[in-house]
């Protein structure tokens, strides 16, 4: 066997491994998910105990003018024709933030504008607590119109043209992905 010929079976044989790998570990995390979606049944809200899962853990995009915006989402339900996120949130309280409207809200326009998704007007955030049950609870998703001036909003900021502002909760800045380039955010960590 020719030697261009062995490297080109090499190559096949690594693209299947890679594919077969994908499929097995894509299986256990379905397979983990179900389980625990069995066991929280009796917790969730309709969409989520009847629906069906379209998606687990995916990245996704949308533009916003000149600029391109990705996310990711847990799990993507769907119930009636329509898609509904739910965010898993490990916290002390089950407490809505801002920060989850706007999230959830940011990847439901990526189900519209990056997969052609009829989604719904509200998501869900799954909370883990220390010493109570998972809770879900519903939040309502911001309008178009809010989130590209949130999105308008992150960009000056992260271009420095504003400044941040510091949030009330200091929980906020303690996860926030952008405190290693936030001076009043790492002050504020630190005191
Ligand atoms: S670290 Fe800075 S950017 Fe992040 S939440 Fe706190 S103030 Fe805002």
């Given at each position: ?8 079976l090499a190559l096949v044989a690594i693209g299947f491994g890679a594919w077969a790998f994908r499929r097995w570990r894509n299986h256990l995390l379905m397979q983990h998910r179900a389980q625990y979606l069995l066991d929280e049944l009796p ?149």
């Amino acid at each position: 066997m020719s030697g261009g010929m062995i490297a080109v079976l090499a190559l096949v044989a690594i693209g299947f491994g890679a594919w077969a790998f994908r499929r097995w570990r894509n299986h256990l995390l379905m397979q983990h998910r179900a389980q625990y979606l069995l066991d929280e049944l009796p917790m969730m809200p309709e969409p989520l105990a009847k629906g069906r899962i379209l998606l687990s853990e995916e990245k996704l995009k949308i533009r916003h003018g000149e600029r391109r915006i990705y996310g990711r989402v847990d799990q993507i339900f769907s119930y009636r024709g329509l898609a509904y996120p739910l965010e898993t949130k490990t916290r002390k309280r089950a407490q809505v933030y801002l920060s989850d409207r706007i999230q959830l809200s940011a990847q439901a326009r990526m189900l519209r504008e990056d997969r052609g998704f009829r989604v719904a007007n509200v998501g869900y955030v799954r909370f883990v607590t220390p010493k109570s049950p998972v809770v879900y609870k519903q939040v309502d998703l911001l309008p178009d119109d809010e989130l590209n001036r949130l999105f308008d909003r992150r960009h000056a900021i992260l271009s420095g043209e504003i400044p941040p502002q510091v949030p009330t909760n200091l929980a906020v800045c303690h996860s926030c992905t952008h405190q290693h380039r936030c001076d009043k955010g790492r002050k504020r960590v630190r005191d």
